[in-house]
Nanobody, 120 residues
Framework: QVQLVESGGGLVQPGGSLRLSCAAS????????MAWYRQAPGKERELVAA???????NYADSVKGRFTISRDNAKNTIYLQMNSLKPEDTAVYYC??????????????WGPGTQVTVSS
């Protein structure tokens, strides 16, 4: 069974930094695009950053220049380095991935989420 496991959330002061990790585990053929989404209370879930298997990246305008997404294909893991955090970055952050269990079309998976709170 395929699972995504996130780690690294927590409480940080404005201007601080956090690093999130997400690892894909289980039996599968390949991991394609991986991404981070977030959902703040009362708001819709939104894309934060995404990275393809060949490391093309894209970011939400609100995090450009502050957040960096990266991946380690050997570990099937992505990271989100978050710097200069603002209170408006407070949300539950979810990992998302397109994973091929065979050589057919990928299935989409979500992690359970990790809370990031930016507050003084």
């Amino acid at each position: 069974q395929v699972q995504l496991v996130e780690s690294g959330g927590g409480l940080v002061q404005p201007g601080g930094s956090l690093r999130l990790s997400c690892a894909a585990s289980g039996s599968f053929f390949r991991v394609d695009t991986m991404a981070w989404y977030r959902q703040a209370p009362g708001k819709e879930r939104e894309l934060v950053a995404a990275i393809t298997s060949v490391r093309y990246t894209n970011y939400a305008d609100s995090v450009k220049g502050r957040f960096t997404i990266s991946r380690d294909n050997a570990k099937n893991t992505i990271y989100l380095q978050m710097n200069s955090l603002k209170p408006e970055d407070t949300a539950v952050y979810y990992c998302n991935a397109d994973i091929r269990q065979t050589m057919t079309a990928p299935n989409n998976y979500w992690g359970p989420g990790t809370q990031v709170t930016v507050s003084s």
